[in-house]
Nanobody, 123 residues
Framework: VQLQASGGGLVQAGDSLRLSCAASGRNLRSYSMGWFRQAPGKEREFVAAISWSGDSTIYADSVKGRFTASRDNAKNTVYLQMNSLSPDDTALYYC?????????????????WGQGTQVTVSS
């Protein structure tokens, strides 16, 4: 599975962005999908995940209520809607695919990773 994340950019605090992760090489229908991020000088952290069917999601406490993960299996694409962005959300955002049917937060459960898209939030 090849994953291509896009949609990042430079925004102001309070703005919204929607990230997309398009897959090729295999249908995403068989994978739960996750979003992770890594800020400069910090470790990669879990952001959100969605089950293969889209009926279950989990979120990091830091983004709960602001971010929403979704997917369109017909388009082989997953999304991360990010609202009320703050400078603390500045990071390189990655999408990843796991063979788990349920959403998982542990990075080691993900086999395929995209290249990342940069999100920068100015104050």
């Amino acid at each position: 599975v090849q994953l291509q994340a896009s949609g990042g950019g430079l925004v102001q605090a309070g703005d919204s962005l929607r990230l997309s992760c398009a897959a090729s090489g295999r249908n995403l229908r068989s994978y739960s999908m996750g979003w992770f991020r890594q800020a400069p000088g910090k470790e990669r952290e879990f952001v959100a995940a969605i089950s293969w069917s889209g009926d279950s999601t989990i979120y990091a406490d830091s983004v709960k209520g602001r971010f929403t993960a979704s997917r369109d299996n017909a388009k082989n694409t997953v999304y991360l809607q990010m609202n009320s962005l703050s400078p603390d959300d500045t990071a390189l955002y990655y999408c990843a695919a796991s063979s788990s049917s349920r959403p998982v937060g542990a990075a080691e459960r993900y086999r395929y990773w995209g290249q990342g898209t940069q999100v920068t939030v100015s104050s």
